[in-house]
């Protein structure tokens, strides 16, 4: 029998058949008892083989500040041919389907040529291996501890291996055929890795299971979409798999095809608002002594002390939490509860595998991953994650400045997710991010913008020196307002100004709010809204605001070099103190953090790379009107019809389309007839640029029902009809430009 690869039809978004023919390539022989593949005559999947090869993984790390394939040569040095091959296979195996922590095909396969070389003769990699293989890997959930325990995931393979050279013909016959029986074979391997585990299912029966092997994505997909399947069947590994099969199976339905579960569609929908991916976390925890750390770094592990706290699951609510605390904590003043209520919550629910931790003792800090899950010890006294501790430390001092004030803030876990781009180039090679997504240690991420170019001001009809004022505003201040009359093109400014900034022609990281006298913080920021429960009973949700969404987002690691904007229209309509509420402080304070009103455990920053512009119409509302606080922390930019960058913007419009000038003209003169006391009352470019505007009749409409009624309203109680209609109406302004 030899297994062939799955249909097409039902083959998950992302994985080519090249990468279902490189596994099976693989896996063929070797789920069969047949030489390997890749010479074509050496037994490499049997139990001699795969346990030689697990007892030298098993011996620890020969050099720990060594690269991973360093120690991996020292482990195989002076095995036998069919010991190395395992190993080149098993490795090969273990990358093949990533699309993240091994970004690249090139790298994936260097390390397999590598590990190939160091066979005697050396291997030649035959060409079915990479044949047509030009994608990146399908798994794209939080896959660090791929990259950073290789070494222990290549032990499970090896166990597995064992595992499958036990078993009759019969049973992997079934196992190659049917899914769930192949998956009754993988999880009978002994010291189950599930991550692994799960890509190997995924390898050999890709129309069956999902390319997702974290707990934690694997649960908030099942709790998005459950109730379109009648809900969660149980909390079992097998339970979770079957009611994500379910829920896949119904939405492929829906749309007609294969879903794809990060596809922006359904990601939005399950991912929650924020998540930044991989965080990191500074933790004071106990004495702070260095014998903590020392036994954490024996154990491998970070500990939180619960004592007096009842059992709280992994994944507990914040609520939850908070009344866990109250209760059982009442011994502690209300400082120590709320600390321990940020500290619990995040150990339990918000911190995931793959996040960076980090230990300050002695004016260095130390740095490691987390690898698994929360737990509890013996006597429930402890909070218990297994971290994987870097070797070395880093002294304090020589950490850029950002870096350190985040360390220095107070709790017990601290989220200092914010810096993370900067700590990755402390961490060991196949720890690191992709060279080209690190931000260099020594100072702060840059966030300057692109010089703005003459043939993008000549498209908007201004002066480009105005605009890079502007813009360099902007980068120093991140908050500016842009005030003036209506028809000024406030808005118009703003939008096109922050889309070339941020070179993003999505305008995904350029949103638009508008402000009203009713707009409050709770549509901001964030705030609780109705909600209907599954049962149909009606309740309260926290839902983030737009200010919130942009802030997560531009916070994600990766997303730090990039400029995010948040336009807010009409700015001095609302009740601009009841709007921001504590966000006043974060405008002026970047670098700080502040704890939320309605999120009082969650500290909230605003990133570097989030910049606002608001427009107000000065016809509406004077800035001299304005909170102080809030003209302290904005620029100021005036958009006015006799001043640059706004003068003669109608002028070269209508030059530049080969129109008629007189709109211009009659722009100058109907501004002129306004006193200079009222000058927050004159008119803007916009009413003329319509091209209503180039004939007679269509100006007599712009004039009559759009220019008069405003001025009309300025000048309630100071003119009369025949007045206004004496000094502004358009007759009358004609005749005075004839006049000249």
């Known amino acids: 029998m030899t297994p062939t690869p799955k249909s ?71 095995a036998g041919r069919a010991v190395k091959m395992l190993a080149v296979e098993l490795l090969f195996l273990q990358s093949l389907p990533l699309a993240h922590e091994v970004k690249s095909l090139k790298v994936k396969r260097a390390r397999v040529a590598e590990a190939a070389a160091w066979l005697e003769p050396k291997l030649e990699l035959p060409p079915e291996l990479y044949r047509g293989l030009t994608d ?107 009611d994500i099969r379910r829920i896949r199976l119904h939405l492929d339905r829906q749309a007609g095809q294969r879903i794809d579960w990060y596809s922006r569609h359904l990601v939005s929908q399950w991912r929650k608002v924020g998540d930044p991916g991989r965080r990191a976390w500074r933790l004071r925890t106990h004495a702070g002594s260095a014998q903590l750390l020392q036994s954490w770094q024996d154990a491998e592990k ?53 996040d960076l931790v980090l230990f300050e003792h002695s004016g260095a800090v130390q740095l490691g991953v987390v690898l698994g899950e929360p737990d509890q010890d013996g006597d429930h006294r402890r909070l218990l994650r297994k971290v994987q501790w870097f070797a070395g430390t880093h002294p304090t001092t020589e950490l850029p400045r950002h870096v350190q004030r985040q360390l220095a803030t107070a709790g017990k876990i601290v989220d200092v997710t914010r810096v993370v781009q900067a700590l990755e180039p402390l961490l060991p090679a196949e720890a690191e991010a992709d060279p080209d997504d690190l931000v260099p240690v020594q100072g702060s991420p840059s966030h300057g913008f692109k010089p703005l170019t003459q043939d993008f001001a000549d498209s908007l009809h ?39 900034l941020a070179q993003d022609a999505t305008d995904e990281r350029v949103k638009l709010v508008q402000f009203h006298p009713s707009y409050a913080y709770e549509d901001f920021f964030e705030g609780y809204r109705p909600d209907t429960t599954d049962d149909g009973q009606v309740s309260f949700k926290l839902v983030a605001g737009p200010l919130r969404r942009l802030a997560e987002e531009a916070a994600k690691p990766g997303n730090e070099k990039k400029p995010y904007f948040l336009i807010i229209d009409e700015m001095n309509r609302a009740n601009l103190a009841k709007v921001f509420g504590e966000l006043y402080f974060l405008l002026e304070y970047r670098d700080d953090r502040i704890y939320l009103q309605y999120s009082p455990n969650e500290p909230f920053t605003l990133p570097d790379n989030l910049y606002i512009i608001g427009t107000m119409n000065t016809a509406d509302r004077s800035i001299a009107m304005m909170d102080a606080a809030i003209r302290r922390r904005f620029s100021f930019v005036e958009l006015h019809p006799q001043t640059e960058p706004i003068k003669g913007s109608l002028l070269r419009f209508l030059q530049a389309r080969g129109l008629d000038t007189l709109p211009a003209q009659l722009l100058d003169e109907l501004n002129a007839g306004i006193d200079d006391w009222d000058r927050d009352l004159m008119i803007g470019p916009s009413y003329f640029m319509k091209p209503a505007a180039q004939t007679p009749a269509g100006l007599r409409r712009i004039w009559k029902y759009e220019l008069m009624p405003l001025l009309e309203e300025h000048y309630h109680g100071q003119l009369t009809r025949p007045q206004l209609e004496e000094r502004f109406g358009l007759e009358q302004v004609l005749a005075r430009l004839g006049d000249r």
């Open 136 to 242: 990146h890997g399908v798994i794209r959930d939080r896959t660090a501890e791929f990259n950073w325990t290789v070494r222990e995931h290549l032990q499970w393979l090896c166990r597995f291996v064992r595992h499958v050279d036990q078993q009759s013909t019969a049973v992997l016959a079934r196992a190659v055929q049917d899914p769930l029986q192949f998956h009754l074979l993988a999880a009978g391997t002994p010291d189950d890795q599930p991550a692994i585990r799960r890509s190997m299912e995924f390898l050999v029966h890709p129309d069956f299971f999902e390319p997702l092997v974290s707990d934690i994505e694997r649960r908030e997909i099942r709790d998005a979409f459950g109730s379109l399947v009648g809900g969660a069947s149980g909390e079992s590994d097998e339970d979770v798999t079957a």
């Open 8 to 78: 097409a039809l039902h083959r998950a978004p992302g994985v080519s058949k090249e990468i279902e023919d490189a596994a099976w390539f693989v896996l063929g022989a070797g789920l069969q008892g047949k030489p390997s593949a890749l010479d074509g005559s050496t037994l490499t999947w049997t139990t001699d083989v795969a346990n030689e090869l697990l007892e030298r993984l098993e011996r620890g790390a020969v050099d720990p500040k060594a690269p991973m394939m360093t120690n991996l040569r020292q482990h195989v040095e002076g």
């Open 302 to 354: 970070v500990t939180l002390d619960v004592e007096h706290l009842r059992v709280l699951e992994a994944g507990v609510t914040a609520g939850v939490v908070q009344h866990a605390v109250d209760e059982d904590c009442r011994h502690m003043g209300y400082v120590e509860r709320e600390d321990t209520k940020t500290a619990v919550f995040a150990f339990l629910t918000v911190m995931k595998p793959g």
């Open 462 to 500: 201004l002066g480009l020196e105005s605009l890079q004022e502007i813009a360099g505003l902007l980068e120093d201040n991140r908050q500016v307002v842009l005030f003036g009359p209506p028809g000024t093109g406030k808005t118009f400014l703003a939008k096109h100004l922050a889309a070339e």
